[in-house]
Each structure stands twice: as C-alpha cells, then as structure tokens.
C-alpha cells in the first residue's frame, strides 16, 4: 500500500536556525513528490515537484531533495512568515496524490 | 497558476441537509479533484471529476454520498449529501494541467470549511 509519513510533527525554531523536515515514501512506481505549504484557513500552495532520485529545487529559504526512500525539505535561515504546515504527497501510477500529514513549523522571532 | 475560486468559503448545516459546492477556474483544465481535510489530518482524495462523464471516486467514497458534476473545463460542484457531523471537514478543490503547467501537478482552491451540527 502507498504511504507518505512526515516528520516531526511539529517543529519549532528560533529565527535563522536553520533545519530539515522528512517525508519517507513508499509507493510502487513513483510518479513524482510534491510539497506544498499550507497556512491555517487556506488551501496548500504548490512548492516543489520532485521526479527522481538526486534531483533538488530550491526556492528562496527552501530546497528540496529526494532519494529512493525520502524527500528532505531544508529551511536555511528561516523568518517568522515561514510559519506554516508543510505537506509532502506521492503521485504513482495514476494522477491520485497521498498526502502525508503534513509539519507545523513554527519559527519564533 | 490559475486562480481558483470556491463557494461558499464556510458553512453551517444542519444534519441531514445537503450543501453544495462550487469551483470554478480563470481558465480551462484538464483535471479537476476533490479533496477532504478533517479536523486534524491531511488531504484525502474523495473522486476526480471528469468532464462530460460520471466522476471516478476512491475508495471509501460513494457517488450517493458525495454527487460530483463538471459539466465544462472551467467548472465542477461537490455536494454532500445528508449529512452528519462526522461531515464537517474542509472541502478542497484542485486542478491540474492549467495553460503552462504539466498536468502532474495540481493546484488547490482555498477551500470551504463544512460544519455539521
């Protein structure tokens, strides 16, 4: 059966202490890994498309990177506005995403 | 992206009434989902809504319970049929395949948050 575990459940950091978040995935035939960031009343925001292993995308504070097992989303010197869910999914053999449940960052001033 | 509208944004109902709701699209895609949230949890996939025909729905998700149109490339409805408490989630449209983008990728609606009492 697919399934997406993230982890920590909860994450919090200090202003500029940087970090990682884990998505472990299994899943026959990965399509593609998908990160979104969701703030609380709101839908996910798009972020990331992962496709195979090694590959990596950045965006500002963000990157992203994916092996055969898991997905790693870095936080390099986060802001307080980087305070959010951050969700992780897997696509396989169809356009069906599982969604994994999703960190709550918080980062303090 | 495209921009995606829902409505109503939130609701109150009372059990066992139905609600629909609407999404609509700026744009033609190819893909339309629906989405659950509940209280807590991450996004589960309810049915893909398909243009023209009748929308292919999970497991766990009856077409009695949760009817699904899209009668055009810009436009699906999700209604949620009798309902009880154990309804009350935050309903979330998503497209996919918008002018630009590959259609792996899917782009979601603001949501609308369903209390039952």
């Known amino acids: 059966e697919d399934q997406v575990t993230q982890s920590p459940e909860a994450l919090r950091l200090q202003e500029g202490e940087s970090s990682s978040l884990n998505c472990s995935y299994t899943v026959s035939g990965l399509r593609g890994l998908f990160w979104y960031r969701q703030d609380p009343g709101k839908g996910p925001e798009f972020l990331f498309t992962l496709y195979s292993a090694g590959e990596e995308k950045e965006k500002e504070r963000l990157k992203a990177t994916l092996t055969k097992k898991e997905s790693f989303l870095h936080i390099t010197a986060p802001k307080p506005e980087d305070s959010a869910t951050y969700l992780c999914?897997?696509?396989?053999?169809?356009?069906?995403?599982?969604f994994g449940s999703g960190t709550r960052l918080l980062v303090r001033p | 992206s495209a921009v995606i509208s829902q409505k109503p944004s939130r609701d109150i109902c009372q059990r066992g009434t139905s609600l629909t709701i609407q999404c609509q699209v700026d744009s033609q895609v190819t893909m339309m989902f629906w989405y659950r949230q509940q209280p807590g949890q991450s996004l589960t996939l309810i049915a893909t809504?398909?243009?023209?025909?009748?929308?292919?729905?999970e497991s766990g998700f009856v077409i009695d319970k949760f009817p699904i149109s899209r009668p055009n490339l810009t436009f699906s409805t999700l209604t949620v049929s009798n309902m009880s408490p154990e309804d009350s989630s935050i309903y979330l449209c998503s497209v996919a395949g918008t002018p630009g983008t590959s259609t792996d990728t899917q782009y979601f609606g603001p949501g609308t948050r369903l209390t039952v009492l």
């Open positions: 999914a897997v696509q396989a053999s169809s356009y069906k995403l599982i």
């Open positions: 809504a398909n243009q023209g025909s009748e929308a292919t729905y």
